[in-house]
Nanobody
Framework: QPQLVESGGGLVQPGGSLTLSCAAS?????????????MSWFRQAPGNEREAVSC????????NYADSVKGRFTISRDNAKNTVYLQMNSLKPEDTAVYYC????????????????WGKGTLVTVSS
């Protein structure tokens, strides 16, 4: 069964940096290798709906970002290590949220309901 496990969350001061990792396993059980899945990061702040942050495609590594994180966050993936990363720089208090990794077959989507697999999340707190 495919699984996603996030790590790297924690407490950071405003203006600081943090790198999140998402380790994927078991995807061959779905009949496909990980590189045919797009990988996304979503986040959910207290009292808010879960929102898309960034997505990266498998084959051509095309990326997209929410306007709120463009220029500050960078998504990347290493298919050989089955890992996706989110480098977060210039962090702001409004970036505080639980960050979730998600996988979707073939195409990126900003919709929560259209993701095929989810991790359990890692908490990022930006505060002085």
């Amino acid at each position: 069964q495919p699984q996603l496990v996030e790590s790297g969350g924690g407490l950071v001061q405003p203006g600081g940096s943090l790198t999140l990792s998402c380790a994927a396993s078991g995807f061959t059980a779905s009949g496909f290798t990980l590189d045919v899945y797009t990988m996304s990061w979503f986040r959910q702040a207290p009292g808010n709906e879960r929102e898309a942050v960034s997505c990266i495609r498998g084959a051509d590594i095309v990326t997209n970002y929410a306007d709120s994180v463009k220029g500050r966050f960078t998504i990347s993936r290493d298919n050989a290590k089955n890992t996706v990363y989110l480098q977060m720089n210039s962090l702001k208090p409004e970036d505080t949220a639980v960050y979730y990794c998600a996988a979707r077959f073939l195409r990126c989507s900003n919709y929560v309901a259209e993701q095929n697999y989810w991790g359990k999340g890692t908490l990022v707190t930006v505060s002085s």
